[in-house]
């Protein structure tokens, strides 16, 4: 068995959800967004989709959380992809497959903003590519909560709430971050 906890991780798979809601037990994944890059934060591959769902199931989740009423495009725009929207396993299929071929026998270690959130929907929802995830993850939120906490330096987002901006705003985000230290 490989000891996970001293290799040295070569890339991170940088996810990102767009969901009605933040309970994984009741909302559902509209739209995700993935990108490996290596530590220089490279891309290295990428994979969006939206996610086909029930369409009066997601109208009620939505409506019982009053965040879409601050995003009426978003939401609309969410329930016009329902119809096109793949899947759900054929998505966790080729994540799947994805995280395989990019990472091989490495186990990929997940990274974004409150990443801990998508690690539940993933564990939920899509629990074969939930077991190829390492156990740790690159949370650029609690870097946010340091640098602005003790250092005073906030990086201002767009606040767009689309799974592959998010993604990007990531990266720039933890760039930032890290740029400081020079």
């Given at each position: 068995?490989k000891?996970?906890k001293?290799?040295r991780?070569?890339?991170?798979?940088?996810v990102?959800?767009?969901m009605t809601g933040?309970d994984s037990?009741?909302d559902?994944?509209?739209e995700?967004?993935?990108?490996?890059?290596?530590?220089?934060?490279?891309?290295l591959a990428?994979?969006?989709?939206h996610?086909?769902?029930?369409?009066?199931?997601?109208r009620?989740?939505m409506?019982a959380?009053p965040?879409w009423?601050?995003?009426?495009a978003?939401?609309?725009?969410?329930?016009?992809?329902l119809?096109?929207g793949?899947?759900s396993g054929?998505?966790?299929?080729?994540l799947m497959?994805?995280?395989k071929e990019q990472?091989?026998?490495e186990?990929a270690?997940?990274?974004?903003?409150?990443v801990?959130?998508?690690?539940s929907?993933?564990?939920?929802h899509w629990?074969?590519l939930?077991k190829?995830?390492?156990?740790?993850?690159?949370d650029?939120?609690?870097?946010?909560v340091?640098?602005?906490g003790?250092?005073?330096?906030?990086?201002?987002k767009?606040?767009?709430?689309?799974a592959?901006d998010?993604i990007?705003?990531?990266i720039?985000?933890l760039?930032?971050?890290?740029s400081?230290?020079?």
């Open positions: 068995m000891d996970l001293h290799a991780p070569t890339k991170l798979l940088w990102d959800l767009e933040l037990s009741k559902l994944i509209l995700i967004a993935a990108e490996i890059t290596d530590f220089d934060f490279t891309p990428s994979y969006e989709a996610i086909a769902q029930d369409e009066a199931t997601v009620a989740r409506a959380n965040w009423a601050e995003y009426p978003n939401r609309d725009d969410f329930l016009t992809k119809a096109t793949k899947p054929q998505v966790e299929q080729e497959a994805l995280v990472f091989g026998d186990p270690i997940l990274a974004g903003n409150s801990h959130a998508d690690r929907f993933i564990e939920t629990p074969e939930f190829l995830l390492h156990y740790r993850m690159l650029v939120t609690a870097w946010k340091v640098m602005y003790k250092y005073g330096h906030e990086f201002r767009k606040e767009t709430h689309r592959f998010d990007h705003e990531s720039a985000e760039k930032y971050y890290l400081l230290r020079k």
